[in-house]
């Protein structure tokens, strides 16, 4: 049987989220996730909560065709790897909005024991990067589930400086104000390894069952 990780990301409408960072990255941890035999990676997102009227008035481009999650599918996965845009130092609102449908599980602790890992998209090069996966941390326990970081795996790349550049000991990431433009190529090359750390780490649990 194959180790299945879904990669389940937000893309709110948002100034930091809106031009698809957060789908990015997540596009490209499915890609290193996929390079590990014997896993297969697949991509969700969480339903969007505002009406098509109020997504209409603020003019948010359309949805991905990325298919959405339901809470009771989440139990089909061996591990995840969640991606939002930061609020405050927190995951977008929509994200916590699917997390907190996700009663039923916790009652049975269906969750427990499978890893989970966080990427994101904040503003700026502040605190966000660190922050937003300490604060979302607290999701992972309640269920009982696995945090795995990626430390400092991704080797050199951990310590640019030059360059701007998302992510962290916690997870990958990226920055989302529009003139910064799309994730950079480092950024992307750290959420590849993220993917592909990930399921190996997912697959070993899995295999020791």
């Known amino acids: 049987m194959a180790t299945k990780v879904y990669i389940i ?10 031009y698809g960072h957060v ?6 941890i499915k890609k290193g996730a996929s390079s590990v035999e014997g896993v297969e990676a697949k991509l969700w997102q969480v339903p969007e909560i505002l009406s098509e009227e109020i997504l209409r008035k ?53 969750l427990a024991g499978k890893p989970a890992g966080f990427f994101f998209s904040t503003a700026s090069q502040g605190s966000g990067q660190e922050e937003t996966a300490f ?3 607290t999701q ?14 991704f080797g050199a790349g951990m310590f640019e400086i030059e360059k701007v550049k998302g992510g962290s000991p916690y997870g990958s990431g990226t920055f989302g104000e529009h003139d910064v433009g799309q994730p950079s190529e480092l950024e992307l090359a750290q959420a590849f390894h993220q993917g592909k750390y990930f399921a190996g780490i997912a697959k070993k649990l899995k295999g020791s069952q």
């Open 140 to 153: 992972l326990v309640h269920h009982g589930m696995l945090y795995v970081p990626i430390g400092y795996t």
């Open 9 to 18: 990301f937000d893309c709110m409408f948002s100034y930091h989220s809106v």
């Open 135 to 137: 604060t979302s941390i």
């Open 58 to 110: 603020m003019k948010a481009p359309a949805r991905s065709e990325v298919p959405d999650i339901s809470p009771k599918e989440l139990t089909e996965a061996d591990g995840f790897l969640f991606g939002f845009p930061a609020r405050y130092g927190m995951m977008s609102a929509q994200f916590k909005f699917f997390l907190d449908a996700t009663g039923s599980l916790w009652n049975k602790q269906a």
């Open 23 to 28: 789908e990015k990255l997540a596009e490209e």
